[in-house]
Each structure stands twice: as C-alpha cells, then as structure tokens.
C-alpha cells in the first residue's frame, strides 16, 4: 500500500495452500519508498526471505505489479536476462539471488490480490511492526 514519496508504504504477503486455505502472513510499515514498484520490490523480497528462512520451497509468488511479476516470469526463462528498471534494480538482483529454482513468479489482477492489499494497507494505516502469524 503506497500513498506517496513521503509516507510510510505498507507491505504483506499471504501463504496459502493448494487449496487456497492461508496458512502464513506477514506484514509491515515499511519507510517512505520512491514510488509503489519500490515498495512491491520490497514486499517481494521479504517474502521470499521469510519463506526461506522458514525452509518453503516450490511457492509461487504472485503478484499485481505488472511491471516486476512480468520481469520475473519473464527473466526465469532467459539464460542472461536483461537488466531491470534502475530504480529497482538493487531489489531485483536480491530476489533473483534468493528465489531458489523450484520458485516462480506470476502476474494476478489486483481483484485476485484484495487480501494482500487490504492487508498492506492496514499494516501503513497502523504503522504495523514487522508481523509473521500462522493461521490454523
């Protein structure tokens, strides 16, 4: 959740299941970013260290930022992807060195993303500390 250059963004991000059950969230306040693509590199990339650090493998990443889900998709099936937009391109580099091989990425409608953004904007709107919940 992005409001402008210099407010807090909010982030999260949703685990779920084959079945589409959540299993495992995360959310934050993050510092003012540049622009949203900034801060959906950022959510990004906490996502996939906190589901490594937690030892998942073969996830599906998905996302509403066009612009990076598309890059991603798109750089997996190149040998020597060209490089990404400059003012990411720190963030990019830190999610392809961490997404292990059996990770992909997806581009979603923002209407098959509401839980995430209504998450991310509760998280700014709060000023929400770093917060991992598993749901049962």
């Not at 909010?10 to 084959?18: H, Q, R, T």
């Not at 959510?43 to 998942?56: D, T, V």
Request: net charge neutral; glycine share 2%.
């Amino acid at each position: 959740s992005w409001k402008d250059q210099h407010s807090r963004a909010g982030i999260d991000w949703i685990l779920l299941n084959s079945q589409r059950r959540c299993i495992l969230r995360g959310f934050s306040s993050i510092e003012p970013t540049h622009s949203v693509l900034e801060a959906e590199a950022i959510a990004l990339r906490e996502a996939i260290f906190q589901l490594r650090r937690l030892n998942y493998s073969d996830v599906i990443f998905c996302g509403d930022s066009r612009l990076l889900y598309q890059y991603l998709e798109n750089a997996k099936k190149l040998c020597h992807p060209p490089p990404a937009q400059l003012e990411i391109q720190t963030y990019v580099e830190d999610i392809q060195t961490m997404a292990s091989h059996t990770h992909s990425f997806k581009f979603i409608s923002r209407n098959d993303n509401h839980m995430a953004d209504l998450l991310a904007k509760n998280a700014r709107l709060q000023n929400s500390s770093l917060t991992i919940s598993w749901d049962y």
